[in-house]
């Protein structure tokens, strides 16, 4: 047998795959359209398409809870506010 027949013994490769068919795409969990992690503008890159995706779902920004500062309540009076005595007559 030649190389001519070696071919037929075998089946013939399906139709190629695109790389849009070799990535399988996640969906962001808010709104659940298919996104590139690449070009997401989320910190949470896997989860979030934007970031408008995820303030929206979270309430806060992953790049503002970051860059957060806590902020000190003003000192309140030293000791508890007790009555004042009130005179009997």
């Known amino acids: 047998m030649g190389t001519m027949t070696d071919d037929r013994d075998h089946e013939p490769p ?9 990535v399988a795409m996640p969906r962001c969990t808010r709104c659940q359209l298919s996104y590139l992690p690449a070009k997401s503008t989320s910190a949470l890159r896997l989860t979030y398409c934007s970031f408008f995706c995820e303030l929206g779902d979270l309430g806060f ?3 503002g809870l970051e860059t957060m500062e806590l902020v000190k309540k003003p000192a309140e009076m030293a ?10 007559d």
């Open 14 to 22: 399906g139709k190629p795959l695109y790389d849009a068919e070799l």
């Open 79 to 88: 000791g508890p506010v007790e009555p004042e005595p009130v005179a009997v």
């Open 61 to 63: 920004s992953m790049s």
